[in-house]
């Protein structure tokens, strides 16, 4: 994705010379053209005079906080796309207040441009989706659809998911008295997040970076974010940002529980669950129906509603090779 960088106008902002240095030398080595400030007050100036692409900012700085420059930036009457760069505890409140991405601290520089170039793409899809206003967005929404299957693709062990996640959503929704074609489309485009975490992040041998680990964590919260901006329903961003909360409220990224986790979010949740692992990983084998069906019995009322695994305990009797 380093290619979205090309010719693209970044302002960079950190009151850490090296650190923005840095990150303005690599983002220039894919094509883009930065502009470097050391102080928020200095970013803003630059802000208003418009013109850029991307805002890749520190949140903590002397005079105007990146939060300011958060609000900057969405006031203009073309926004760029926006990546704050912040301890781990800021990443969900950024997302939530605007920014198209986020980057722990100390900051890869690697790991910055391939953010830089998902929070650019997604703008210029949010731009598309803008401009194709007259219908509805089930269009922009399949097109990413199709954009994370073949994220999925580049992964041996996620190829398919995204798939069979939406073949299983039908029957679940259909089951279970929802809209099957919009759950279908939730299951397609639930994981974009995750395009956020480079495929070469996500399969390490033991436990996944700091930073790593907290994308993972608010995919979901991105993920809503972006389909939102492209003009999905309020089921499917509601689907999208609580797939992984559970039942007992021991999920994320909000640790909801019950029925008031929403019914599509807890549909998908099931479904995506069962597409998981009836694909082998690194540390296990793939399972069977029958191994999946032991599974929803072990979890119904703990990280599966009732209603929801009973549904798919039912569903995978009846079509064992539904997950295959």
């Keep these: ?40 007050n200095e970013a803003a100036d630059k802000l208003a005079a418009g013109g850029f692409d ?4 520190d949140l903590e700085m002397p005079g105007r906080s990146g939060w300011q420059l958060i609000e900057d930036a969405r006031a203009l ?6 990546v704050i760069m912040s301890e781990n505890g800021a990443a969900a409140e950024a997302l939530s ?24 793409e997604m703008r210029r899809l949010t731009k598309l989706a803008e401009g194709l206003s007259l219908g509805p ?15 999925e693709k580049a992964d041996p062990y996620r190829a398919g998911f995204s798939t069979r996640t939406a073949r299983l959503a039908v029957f679940l929704g259909g089951a279970l008295g929802l809209d099957g074609d919009k759950l279908a489309l939730a299951a397609r485009v639930h994981d974009v997040g995750m395009l956020a975490v480079p495929v070469s992040e996500q399969h390490t041998e033991g436990p996944p970076e700091r930073t790593t680990q907290h994308i993972i964590r608010v995919h979901p919260t991105l993920g809503a974010r972006w389909v939102e901006r492209l003009g999905a329903d309020r ?6 940002a609580a797939h ?22 807890r549909a998908l949740g099931c479904a995506q669950s069962i597409a998981a692992m009836s694909a082998p990983r690194p540390w296990r084998e793939k399972r069977e129906s029958v191994d999946l069906i032991a599974q929803l019995e072990s979890e119904r009322g703990k990280q599966f509603g009732p209603a929801e695994a009973d549904a798919a305990i039912e569903i995978l009797l009846k079509n064992p090779g539904i997950v295959s």
């Design 77 to 82: 009457v073309e926004p760029p796309a926006i």
């Design 235 to 240: 089921a499917i961003v509601a689907a999208v």
């Design 97 to 120: 207040r605007g920014a198209d991405a986020w980057l722990g601290k100390p900051v890869d520089v690697e790991y910055a441009a391939h953010q830089a170039s998902v929070a650019l």
């Design 54 to 57: 991307l805002l890749l900012t």
């Design 137 to 151: 967005p089930g269009p922009i929404l399949t097109v990413i659809g199709e954009i994370v299957n073949a994220f």
């Design 244 to 265: 992984h909360e559970r039942w007992d409220g021991k999920g994320y990224p909000g640790g909801i529980a019950g029925e008031d986790i929403p019914d599509f979010a």
């Design 1 to 40: 994705m380093a290619s979205g960088l090309a010719a693209k106008r970044v302002l960079v902002v950190d009151d850490e010379r090296a650190v923005a240095s840095d990150l303005a030398r690599r983002l220039e080595q894919d094509g883009a053209v930065c502009t470097v400030a050391h102080a928020g």
